[in-house]
């Protein structure tokens, strides 16, 4: 078995390499999502079901609408950069860079005003109270900074994945003394509205930061008299991948944002926090197994700009069946310690959440299972065929969601999310599989 073992990991140079940049991200993420389960004991014990169910709505409005107003230049950044990084073309990745701020500039405050003027309808709609319109105005405040997704980028083009992880630690060590001040003191949900916005913040500017540190470091400070104009006609087919990939990643994102604030609509806020304590810690595995796709797209990008075909296709498959092993050893045993994590984290108001966490676990062995699907067709310019089954994937959640949750409530919630994540598992199969790659690589 060790030698099976040992065999399959070093099939190929680049595993090994993959394999230390998950590490980094694996023990950083694995604190976060520990911390963030702290977290949410603490915020679930200060403010209840109902209290919790309110700050899940406010959160979920805020990043919703940034998800659909905000292009994201994560993904063209890396594609993009790889190629110029590749070529060892230093001034066309100064002009990706800067045409990346500006995106991230326009989008920020785009999102930010549409979400404080819509504000204030949307809170009686959500029944967030009296004060519900400015707990979304001082949270969405944030949104105006929010230069993440190219310093996000950054830092995985520079394989800097280690400094990302302690950054994203120290943010949740920030939000966690936050909660543990406010659960002593008895702030009260003012308090954890204020944690929202530090924290997003923080989270909008840290990353920046440190990726603008590291250009510096590396010789790139030309970036700032770039031209981003240039960027756009030298690139060819970039805002069609800025579309498609930030349309996926907002069909992709839809079931779990927008399944919050429709259940709001649709239920009261004491089910909207027994269903935000279920997804938020199916979240937090969700959250390690992603760390993957993190560290496999810039490398897959890479091969696939070499020709490397072969050694492409099998990267894929291996690390498909090493999630799918992996996540399915975790999950069983787990599934029968839930109703006693639950109640000893939570307490007996939250035992609704049970059953929730149960169906949650079958959409996320199977969404983990397909990560590497997502970095292989971007990485292969399918972003419209990704598209596509996303759209499809989407629309039969959005078909399923009313009368589900009108059936079996949060349960029903959770159900459309195990439709969701089967229906894109076997689309982005057959996009692969049955459409096979050549078997020589491209010289």
Known sequence: MSNAFRRLIHFDELVPRILRNVGYLVSGT??????????????????????????ALVEAYVRTIDMLFRLQPTQVLIKYGSEALEKDDKGRFERLIKLSILIDLAGGVLAGLIAISVGWLAAPVFGLGPDGFDYILVVALA??????????ALLRLFDRFGLLAVSECCLAVMRLAIAAVALAFDLGIWA?????????LADGIVAFALAIRELLRRGYDGVWRAS???????N???????????IYQILRNATQRFDVLALGVMVSPAIVGQYQVAKRSGRAVLRLARTLTQVLFPELAKLWIQGERSRFRRMVRYVTLMIFVSSSAVAIPLAFAVPSLVDAFFGEDFTGAIPMIWVLGGAIVLNVT??????????MGRDRELLHVTILSTALFAVAFVPAVSLWGGVGAMLCQVLFSAVWFLGCLWHLEMRPLPEKSAV
């Not at 949104?143 to 996000?152: A, E, I, K, M």
């Not at 954890?192 to 997003?200: D, E, G, K």
């Open 228 to 234: 981003a104009r240039t960027a756009c006609t030298e």
């Open 370 to 379: 397909g990560l590497a699907f997502n970095a292989a067709l971007l990485s």
């Open 192 to 200: 954890f509205i204020v944690m929202l916005l530090l924290h997003s």
């Open 30 to 55: 694995t604190a976060v999502s520990l911390i963030g389960i702290m977290t949410l004991v603490l915020t679930a014990r200060a403010l209840g079901p109902a209290g919790l169910g309110i700050l």
């Open 143 to 152: 949104l105006f900074v929010s230069f993440r997704p190219t310093g996000v």
């Open 236 to 246: 060819t087919r970039i805002f069609r991948f800025l579309w498609n990939s930030n």
